[in-house]
């Protein structure tokens, strides 16, 4: 292995583009479930977004109405999960599951006109800064927009959980929705704001992968990914740059693992293959040991029915 | 646990909704380990499918079946419905299938590069890739410009092994320099990973990358690093015009029909049917011309030797990564040898993950 600087600052950047998918979905699946609601669908959703962003993309051959076509299709298919969570008040463990298999299902049969298509080259930012500059120029150039917002999405999801007013009412609705609907808070909708938004991120995710990633659509192409991203959103807890911290360590392994098979390490393959969750689940659960933290960002009310009472 | 369970779900709620059409006709059932839509090994058993159908034959198909106790459940419940003949086209299928088998006596099965053969009612089938393997050997040997080829592979099972070692022992007899890189993935279909594995390989210094998995993932990484590829399962030429050299390609068809009728005319037989490059069920895709026209005419013959026996892919000698010998001096290996490959030969790096 050529441990020459220059390389490692590639390989940083290809971990950075392996995340992306992870941080996007797990963002969004935060904020959903700060506000008390459990949507096991983020792997349909993802899916769904793939599929719509690259048939947006073959059909209006444009890319920025192909990524927000994308997050809408997820906000549309999210909608159906709030309408029967919040409205029909159907449990959110069988509902989220079932947007899943949905979501797959539909992919497969809205896909079937846009196997075997290529996909086009997504723009990339500061290509040549890339090439100029060692070991940085890898890392924080040459990369596509949404890598960029992926990064800067944690950030600001910590800032609004904990720095704005509705960020405070989405903790509250999540932690007391009695007590915050008392305080004349309107839960249901907050609870459908949020859902809407984690499907906007999970399209998003999806997106990434169909358009920037690999450049294609074939189905089920998320393979597992957005179990993924809710597992990181546990492990986490619930902290949004304890999310990034995960997805970028899961992200740096599995390519790690795959370089060291590469040179030839002599360590059981089997054993590279598990690093990604072992030493993701070890480094969050090391990370988040005060339990007073813990409490605080745990949204209580997790996956529990909220209705008012009239 | 979960996502098994519902596949098997989806897969149940599918043969119900087949299993209402049914009459009392033939029929044949298909069960496929990735998406009809994957591009590659699946595609090309679909294909095969689409073939019995256009023969005027009724089929039905299950499509992403998990191999292992799934997958069971899956046959089993084709079975029972009233199929009279199931190909099962992925290795991981080859006990469910036995295991069904012996139940259904009236059934016939057709497992696709298993070798367990339990009962009478069980034939097995497989093409002879490493025919193929040997010939992309041989243009990476001559194409590689680092001496180090990246290879992806999928499950440590003999067809892995197997194209592993004729595409080393081809391309060490072009350029004794090579080196073969091997990254396991331990999926056959997930995009995503054999795309990073793609990248991982061509950051180690491949600058020819082969698959033994399904998507098309890794030739469109090779093809955006500029570096070379090969089409597996399927042509996947369009998908990296530049980087593919050419691609190995699984025509199942002329067999599924020929067997499809042979099974409702009541001619079927138990056998092991391995075929290749001389019976076409091993083809190559298009050679790309920036291989230059003698390179390419090479090819061709060695592809023609090959088909009709003048060459065999493993040609003796062949030792083992410890120097110990394999095939003898002007020998070639016997199926039964090639059918249990279990180790690498020389000049392949790392070990077999156990």
Not at chain 1, 59 to 86: C, E, H, K, P, R
Not at chain 2, 72 to 100: C, W
Not at chain 2, 327 to 339: F, H, I, S, W
């Amino acid at each position: 292995m050529s441990l020459d600087i220059s390389f490692i600052g590639i390989l940083i950047g290809s971990i950075m583009a392996s995340s992306v998918p992870l941080i996007l979905a797990a963002s969004g699946e935060l904020i959903t479930e700060r506000s008390g609601v459990l949507n096991l669908g983020v792997e349909g959703m993802m899916i769904i977004g793939a599929i719509s962003g690259f048939a947006l993309m073959v059909i209006t051959d444009n890319l920025f109405i192909a990524i927000i076509g994308s997050m809408l299709s997820g906000v549309i298919i999210s909608l159906i999960f709030g309408f029967l969570t919040q409205s029909l008040l159907t449990n959110h463990v069988a509902t989220g599951l079932a947007l899943t298999i949905f979501g797959i299902g539909l992919s497969a049969m809205l896909g079937k006109n846009f196997v075997g298509i290529p996909g086009k080259d997504f723009p990339i930012l500061f290509s040549s800064l890339r090439e100029s500059i060692p070991f940085f120029g890898p890392i924080l150039f040459g990369h596509s927009i949404v890598l960029y917002f992926a990064f800067a999405l944690p950030f600001l999801t910590n800032y609004f959980l904990k720095k704005t007013k509705l960020g405070l009412v989405v903790r509250a609705v999540g932690d007391s929705p009695v007590s915050a609907s008392n305080q004349g808070i309107n839960v249901i909708l907050v609870r459908y704001c949020c859902i809407l938004y984690g499907g906007a991120m999970c399209g998003l995710a999806g997106a990434y992968l169909s358009l920037i990633y690999t450049p294609q659509w074939i189905e089920n192409m998320t393979a597992g990914r957005g179990w993924i991203a809710l597992a990181l959103v546990v492990f986490a807890t619930w902290s949004p740059i304890k999310v990034l911290i995960g997805a970028l360590i899961f992200g740096g392994i599995t390519i790690l693992q795959l370089h060291m098979q590469a040179i030839g390490f002599r360590i059981p393959v089997q054993f590279l293959s598990a690093l990604p969750y072992l030493m993701t689940i070890i480094v969050l659960v090391v990370i988040s040991r005060d339990s007073r933290k813990i409490k605080l960002n745990t949204p209580t009310s997790l996956g529990r029915i909220f209705y008012k009472e009239k | 646990m979960y996502k098994n369970f519902f596949r098997y779900l989806i897969s149940a709620i599918f043969l119900l909704g087949f299993s209402v059409n049914s009459n009392a006709d033939f029929k044949v059932g298909f069960v496929y380990v990735g998406p009809t839509g994957d591009h590659g090994w699946t595609f090309q058993h679909h294909e095969g499918r689409n073939a019995v159908e256009a023969a005027g034959i009724k089929t039905t198909f299950v499509e992403s079946v998990p191999e292992g106790a799934d997958a069971e459940r899956v046959i089993r419940q084709l079975a029972q419905s009233g199929h009279d003949l199931i190909f099962t086209t992925s290795f991981g299928y080859m006990d469910p299938t036995n295991k069904v088998a012996k139940d259904f006596p009236n059934v016939k099965f057709e497992h696709a590069t298993g070798y367990k053969r339990e009962h009478s009612n069980v034939s097995t089938y497989s093409a002879r890739f490493y025919e193929g393997r040997t010939l992309l050997g041989h243009i990476a040997g001559k194409m590689t410009k680092t001496n180090t080829i990246g290879y992806i592979a999928s499950f440590p099972i003999p067809e892995v092994i197997r194209g592993i070692n004729a595409m080393t022992l081809a391309a060490q007899k072009v350029n004794p320099n090579i080196k073969t890189k091997i990254v396991w993935v331990f999926t056959w279909y997930d995009p995503g990973k054999e795309a990073e594995a793609a990248q991982a390989l061509i950051d180690q210094g491949a600058d020819v990358i082969m698959q033994h998995t399904d998507s098309t993932a890794p030739v469109q990484t090779a093809e955006k690093a500029g570096v070379w590829s090969f089409g597996q399962a399927s042509d996947m030429q369009r998908f990296a015009p530049k980087s593919i050299l050419t691609s190995i390609i699984d025509d199942w068809a002329p067999y599924y029909v020929e067997r499809a009728i042979a099974a409702r005319d009541g001619t079927w037989k138990q056998q092991d049917t391995w075929h290749g490059l001389k019976e076409g069920m091993v083809a190559m895709g298009p050679y790309n011309s920036a291989m230059g026209a003698d390179l390419v005419k090479e090819v061709e013959q060695l592809q023609k030797d090959l088909a009709s026996g003048k060459v065999h892919s493993f040609t003796g000698p062949i030792y083992d990564q410890k120097g110990n010998i394999l095939v003898a001096e002007g020998k070639v290996a016997d199926d039964g040898m090639l059918a249990g490959m279990s180790v690498y030969v020389k000049g392949v790096e790392g070990d077999i993950p156990k």
